[in-house]
């Protein structure tokens, strides 16, 4: 859950689009705190093709920034 996720440090998560391969950070803290990633990932669309495949990831404090 978001609030969990929150507790945690966790400020943000990774969204990669399963069918075109984008890639972008997505802000959890305005979300409610009872979301969880579950309903983050069914709610998420690509911006670049548009897909709905999109898989989720917490971004953890101290994580390295992405490369591109």
Do not use: F
């Amino acid at each position: 859950m978001v609030a969990d996720l929150l507790m945690h440090g966790v400020e943000k998560i990774e969204a990669s689009c399963l069918r075109c391969g984008e890639s972008w950070d997505a802000p959890i803290t305005m979300l409610p705190s009872a979301t969880t990633l579950a309903k983050i990932q069914e709610l998420m669309i690509c911006p670049a093709c548009g897909g709905r495949n999109v898989g989720v990831t917490p971004v953890w404090p101290g994580d390295a920034p992405k490369t591109n």
